[in-house]
């Protein structure tokens, strides 16, 4: 079922009762409806970020740091929560809960890329000269969407309008002083990560988690995406965070 938070700026699916304990943000391309097996049972909303499912796009390009403003402004009627997060998500959820501590109880990451463990790879000399003549109008914006197409991952290839700003934006950020922030707080954090995943490379995700001074489980087996044995090891991982950091009755 969905509902709506922020006097109706955030759509976001809704699992048991009000007030929420537990709030999800999913991957790229993906929507809050991710979360379904994950929350079941459980008090809590899986947010539709904007430019997924069937939240619009922002006006502007944001980066995370601006979706994680909106998350705030979301969740501040009722926070304290639990986040468990997925890919694009986590980059969201960490950005917050370095800038807004008091917002988060707990916080289990999955997927995230988080860390570089090699720089990018230049471009080929070819499409560096492409560049250089498209800024100097030697070369057509169409003619150069085309290049960036062929070079581009296949999310790069799906993103249309403000969306493509996103994600370029979001793939070239980088996120060591919140994981320093975290790892100098108190806030409980899991990390749980697919042994094969390579949209955010294990190794990566497990530097990470040692920067971020948070376990690292790796599930055999699994991918990238939030399903099989991965899903269900999320949902280990947060049960008993929640058992963990819920107040005394």
């Known amino acids: ?16 009762a009000t007030p ?18 994950v929350l079941s049972g459980l008090d809590a909303v899986s ?5 997924h499912g069937p939240a619009p796009a922002p006006d502007e390009v944001w980066g995370s740091e601006q979706y994680a403003e909106l998350v705030a402004e979301a969740i501040a009627a009722f926070a304290p929560v639990v986040i468990v997060a997925h890919s694009f998500g986590g980059r969201v959820a960490v950005r917050l809960a370095a800038a807004r501590p008091e917002l988060v109880r707990g916080l289990v990451l999955t997927g995230v890329p988080l860390v570089r463990l090699t720089a990018a790879a230049a471009p ?6 492409a560049r250089w003549a498209n800024r100097r ?4 914006d169409a003619r150069m ?25 979001l793939v070239n950020e980088t996120y060591d002083d919140e994981l320093a922030a975290l790892a100098a707080s108190t806030l409980p954090m899991s990390f749980v990560w697919g042994e094969h995943d390579t949209a955010a490379p294990t190794d990566a995700g497990r530097v990470a988690a040692e920067r971020a001074g948070a376990p690292f489980r790796v599930v055999p087996g699994e991918r990238h995406l939030l399903e099989g ?13 929640i058992a963990t950091t819920e107040e005394p009755v």
Do not use: N
């Open 47 to 51: 947010i539709h970020l904007p430019g």
């Open 145 to 169: 969407d085309a290049l960036r197409d062929q070079r581009g991952s296949s999310d790069y290839r799906a993103a249309q309008g403000v969306m493509r700003g996103v994600l370029v934006r």
């Open 124 to 129: 080929p000399l070819g499409y560096r000269l």
């Open 229 to 241: 044995d991965l899903q269900l090891a999320v949902r280990e991982e947060l049960l008993a965070m």
């Open 20 to 37: 929420p304990r537990v709030v999800a943000l999913h991957g790229w391309g993906r929507d809050g409806t991710d979360f379904a097996t």
């Open 137 to 140: 109008g030697l070369l057509s």
């Open 1 to 16: 079922m969905i509902t709506s938070l922020a006097g109706g700026r955030v759509l976001a699916e809704k699992h048991g």
